[in-house]
């Protein structure tokens, strides 16, 4: 399954993907970015649990099996642009603000941003599409949150 996801991900002129593909992708990005400072912690990974199980109705269960299938894509792909342009081609705009403001709810899980999950926050946001100035409202939401 992972391979032939690869494939269609690597693919010249990938098609949209199917929901189950593109959940799966969703979540390799969310661990891509947790593992993005060299340290996937354990509040990071409950994060992504309570984020997947709230965003696609999962039961833990379900969640940790979608976690681990995306720990092995996000392992085996060669770059953040293919997850990227999946999402991008099979999520509205709306929903792709969504994303980034999850993907700031990972990068802030552990309380401490450094410059590797904020580079790749640079990354990603233009490739889904999403400006800085979403990007960043997104963050401040996910920070008012928090506070």
Known sequence: MIGDLLRRLTAPE???LPFDDARLALAALLVRIARADGDYETIEVSRIDAVLGARYGLTPFEVGKLRG???ALEAEAPDTVRFT????????YDDRV???ETLWEIVLAD?????????IMRL???MLGVGDRDSNLARQRVEAGRG
């Open 14 to 16: 990938p098609e949209p």
């Open 69 to 71: 299938e995306a720990e």
């Open 85 to 92: 342009r999946a999402i991008k081609d099979a999520v509205p």
């Open 98 to 100: 969504k994303v980034i």
């Open 111 to 119: 309380g401490a941003r450094d410059h590797e999950e904020d580079a």
């Open 124 to 126: 990603v946001a233009p």
